[in-house]
């Protein structure tokens, strides 16, 4: 849609005729998105000569500055700078004849580094998506924050859908910490029904009614459990008092009955 010119109410709202209220910035003598000042590449390798083959290991050295992934260069509520990184990768061949068998070992030293945005691009800012997964973490692990996000129908700034791996490099770039690990992992709630012993319809139901204690990462949205309250003695006799009240279903004479 056009911008409204003049415009016609606050950044990131439509306006009369079609057009739509963007928000401007001001980029002079900001640096190109993904122009990194430095980058190199090394390698280096050796062939030993077998009795029967040609033995060759090689290593491979890169390095990346930093780099702004937006020409705006915004630092918060999400830092578009990416740091620098310095990879490290290996292979080792073998010749013999015609033949040739290679392995290798990509990030060798396992560096943990962002390559890129997921939830802020040039046109769209997922306000609502940063703010859950600061709710979320510490006691979620990323599997379970990629799943609330999916079942949300919430995206990426690219649209992608969640992944455990896109949680994490986004929790990097807002500096979040990971789940702790000696916390035990939060059940939904057909977990929580599992580890009861009742259907998951019955667990949802004592669920909205409150006696089993839960919490939802968005109104409406799908309840967790923390698995530390489902053994506590109270709940047990809560839950032992409403199984003896439920009504049983009376016995029918009509029905045929086998010994």
Not at 23 to 52: C, E, I, Y
Not at 224 to 244: K, Y
Request: with cysteine; proline share 7%; glycine share 8%.
């Amino acid at each position: 849609m056009p911008q409204c010119v003049p415009a016609a109410g606050p950044a990131g709202t439509p306006g009369p005729g079609g057009c739509w209220n963007y928000a401007t910035f001001n980029v002079t003598g900001n640096a190109m998105s993904f122009a990194p000042k430095w980058t190199f590449t090394a390698g280096v390798q050796h062939s030993f000569r077998l009795r029967q083959g040609l033995l060759t290991p090689r290593l491979n050295y890169s390095y990346v500055g930093e780099q702004w992934t937006s020409i705006q260069q915004s630092t918060a509520p999400i830092n578009d700078l990416l740091g620098a990184r310095s990879i490290l990768n290996a292979s080792l061949s073998y010749d013999r004849g015609r033949w040739r068998v290679r392995g290798f070992v990509d990030n060798l030293t396992d560096e943990l580094y962002v390559s890129g945005t997921f939830i802020q691009n040039e046109f769209y800012t997922d306000a609502e998506a940063a703010a859950l997964v600061r709710r979320m973490v510490g006691r979620w692990h990323d599997d379970a924050i990629a799943m609330q996000l999916n079942l949300l129908g919430w995206r990426t700034g690219t649209g992608n859908h969640w992944t455990r791996m896109r949680v994490r490099e986004l929790r990097s770039r807002l500096n979040l910490p990971a789940c702790d690990p000696t916390q035990p992992a939060w059940l939904t709630a057909k977990g929580a029904a599992r580890h009861l012993g009742i259907s998951p319809a019955y667990a949802g139901l004592l669920l909205q009614r409150g006696i089993i204690p839960g919490t939802q990462a968005v109104p409406g949205s799908m309840w967790w459990v923390d698995p530390a309250v489902l053994d506590s003695p109270q709940l047990r006799e809560t839950l032992h008092a409403l199984s003896e009240r439920r009504v049983k279903r009376p016995h029918d004479d009509r029905t045929l009955r086998f010994p």
